[in-house]
């Protein structure tokens, strides 16, 4: 069994690419806004809501429990695409390294996002991290539904 792996996904989003991924890059304190079931704050702990490197602190609720991660956020503007390396919390009690990226691609009025996990495991007993992705999955849902309800 291999202790480092990558998990992808693609998912059709209602919103435009550059709205859904200023959302995900500068905006992310309205998460909780989009999500309140599953993210309860995000906060930022260095840096800025914008700058790319600052890190940010989530609470939300993975499996029924409290969960807590710091992660530093990557930008690349030109790609539309942004990275959430995983510095602190919960996460890293199963993994080594633990980072999630979002690429944006343009689809007529709407987009779409690419969904990459890539992950090193603590353990080999320890699973891939698929809930993990399905929680990304959800909120990116939950996201996409909260900007498509907004006026522009």
Do not use: C
């Not at 090193?120 to 849902?141: G, N």
């Amino acid at each position: 069994m291999t202790l480092a792996g990558t998990l992808e996904t693609e998912l059709e989003l209602k919103s435009p690419a550059d709205k859904y991924f200023k959302r995900i890059s500068s905006e992310l304190h309205q998460a909780p806004n989009a999500s309140s079931d599953k993210v309860h704050a995000v906060e930022v702990h260095e840096g800025d809501w914008e700058t790319p490197g600052s890190v940010k602190i989530w609470t939300y609720t993975m499996n029924g429990k409290q969960e807590v991660l710091k992660d530093k956020i990557e930008v690349d503007e030109a790609k539309k695409s942004v990275t959430f390396v995983a510095v602190d919390g919960h996460v890293l009690e199963k993994y080594k390294s633990y980072k999630v990226t979002l690429h944006i691609v343009p689809k007529g009025e709407a987009s779409v996002a690419k969904i990459t996990v890539d992950f090193e495991k603590q353990h080999e007993s320890h699973d891939d991290p698929k809930d993990y992705l399905q929680f990304v999955i959800s909120l990116i849902k939950d996201i996409d539904e909260h900007l498509a309800s907004q006026a522009d």
